[in-house]
C-alpha cells in the first residue's frame, strides 16, 4: 500500500512560481513511477507531468510544457512539480499519483493510488 500527501498548494498571481511536493510512504516508491494530474471545477482530471521511477524519463503536457517540471529523490520518497510562470488557466486542485510500474503514462487509469489533491489557484 502507498499512501500519498500533496503540499505546497496556495494562492499566486499571473506569472508567479510555485512548487508542489508529494511525500510517499510504502517500500515500493522507488519503483513506482509517479505522476501529477490536475482538475478544475466542471473539468475532467487532465494529465500534467510523470517520470519514471528511476526519474531518468519525464513527459508533459503540452499545456505546460516549458513552465513545470517534475522531479523525483527516491531516496526521500518524494517527488516535486516546480510551476514557473503560473496562468490563471492553471488554476485546479492537484493530484500526485503512483503506479504500480516503472514506466510513467499520461493516463490517470494507469495510476493505482491518489492523494488527496492540494489546490492552486492563479489570480489574474
Known amino acids: 500500500q ?3 500527501v500533496e503540499s505546497g498548494g496556495g494562492l499566486v498571481q499571473d506569472g508567479d512560481s510555485l512548487r508542489l511536493s508529494c511525500a510517499a510512504s510504502g517500500r515500493t516508491f ?3 513511477a509517479m505522476g501529477w ?4 471545477p466542471g473539468k475532467e482530471r487532465e494529465f500534467v507531468a510523470a ?3 528511476s526519474g531518468l524519463s519525464t513527459n508533459y503536457a503540452d499545456s505546460v510544457k516549458g513552465r513545470f517540471t517534475i522531479s523525483r529523490d527516491n531516496a ?3 517527488v516535486n512539480l516546480q ?5 490563471p488557466e492553471d488554476t485546479a486542485a492537484y493530484y500526485c499519483a503512483a503506479r ?3 514506466f510513467s503514462t499520461s493516463d490517470a487509469a494507469d495510476y493505482d493510488y491518489w492523494g488527496q ?3 492552486v489557484t492563479v489570480s489574474s
Open 117 to 119: 489533491g492540494t489546490q
Open 37 to 40: 494530474f490536475r482538475q478544475a
Open 51 to 53: 517520470i519514471t521511477a
Open 76 to 78: 526521500k520518497k518524494m
Open 2 to 4: 502507498v499512501q500519498l
Open 83 to 87: 510551476m514557473n510562470g503560473l496562468k
Open 100 to 102: 504500480r510500474r516503472p
Open 30 to 32: 522507488s519503483t513506482s
